[in-house]
């Protein structure tokens, strides 16, 4: 793998009752921070918002500054997306905000678990699927097992199918039109 121009993004998960970062959230970061320093990455990009009241700052920070006392990454290399609410979110606000600023990295390596890797994949396929759009590498680290039977329950990425059904693959105008109309997280 190229060990230049690349960027590893870790899907925010959350954090549990007492604020701190579930299991999930803890292994995906071990994950992408090795990925990090195996291929020399340029950035990591961590993701999330300030889903809850109790939070004084978004879960990209909090999962930014994990990575930095943990796992030795230096600030200056790492990207924060306080815009993403979802792996929707995560895959456009990344591909509009990140890419739109670093357009030079070539390989963007994005880590989550077992449970959601299929319906990660297919979000980031989908949004990162245009010609001069980063080869994208998929890993995943074995989440929690009482996540793995609700994603089972979970109906979103047939809400995505339902939502993108008419837009070109890529178009970041047309997926964020759709996005403000009709995905519960990020309507007006």
């Known amino acids: ?12 998960h959350q954090l549990d009752t007492k604020n701190n970062l579930s299991f999930d959230s803890i292994e995906r970061l071990k994950k992408a921070c090795s990925i990090f320093h195996k291929n020399d990455c340029e950035y990591l990009i961590t993701t999330g918002w300030k889903y809850k009241q109790s939070l004084n700052k978004p879960l990209s920070q909090i999962m930014s500054k994990f ?3 943990k796992y030795r990454i ?7 997306e306080p815009n993403a609410k979802d792996t929707v979110g995560e895959a456009f606000f990344v591909k509009k905000n990140f890419f739109q600023k670093f357009n030079d990295i070539n390989f963007l390596h994005v880590v989550t678990s077992n449970w959601h890797l299929d319906r990660a994949k297919e979000i980031f396929d989908f949004i990162f699927s245009e010609k001069n759009d980063p080869k994208i590498i998929f890993y995943s680290v074995d989440g929690d097992n009482v996540l793995h039977e609700k994603e089972m329950q979970n109906n979103s990425i047939e809400e995505f199918r339902e939502m993108t059904k008419y837009c070109k693959r890529g178009n970041l105008d047309e997926i964020y039109s759709k996005m403000l109309k009709y ?3 990020y309507k007006d």
């Open 74 to 80: 230096s600030i200056d290399q790492i990207y924060e």
């Open 1 to 12: 793998m190229s060990s230049n121009n690349s960027a590893v993004i870790c899907l925010s």
């Open 183 to 185: 995905h519960s997280m």
């Open 67 to 69: 990575a930095q006392e």
